[in-house]
């Protein structure tokens, strides 16, 4: 006997998602106040995420609003998340980065902007576009 699982949330595209350590994230989450849904957006970096893609994973985005700290734990099957979408990848070699608590803003860059930079070189080249040189006579 087949059975149909019918969830407000579409479990096969969150399985999929590119949701890794280091990754700038935008989440929209519904927020209900005197009977209006709205869409809130939290934009920030993933600091950790765990249990993998079980029912019960999270993942941490962490943000500085107004030189203050935030970070929210989102479920990651959560039907109150309406979407997410990974802006950006950078190459880190932990796989949990609370010491970006203690660190500033310049650190954390300086330590992530490589493999930004690489993620930008290999956009152009997957793009098919015709790469400019300059020659000096």
Do not use: C
């Amino acid at each position: 006997m087949a059975r149909t699982i019918i969830t407000p949330v579409d479990i096969k595209s969150r399985q999929v998602l590119p949701l890794k350590v280091g990754a700038t994230v935008k989440v929209w989450q519904k927020i209900q106040e005197k009977g209006k849904t709205r869409l809130q957006l939290f934009e920030g970096l993933v600091i950790a995420h765990k249990h993998g893609a079980e029912a019960g994973a999270t993942f941490t985005v962490r943000k500085v609003a107004s030189g203050v700290g935030v970070e929210k734990i989102f479920p990651l099957y959560s039907p109150n998340i309406d979407k997410i979408e990974v802006v950006r990848q950078a190459k880190v070699r932990r796989a949990k980065l609370y010491y970006v608590r203690d660190q500033a803003a310049k650190e954390q860059r300086r330590r992530m902007k490589q493999s930004i930079v690489d993620a930008i070189v290999t956009d152009e080249v997957i793009s098919g576009e015709p790469v400019e040189s300059v020659v000096a006579e």
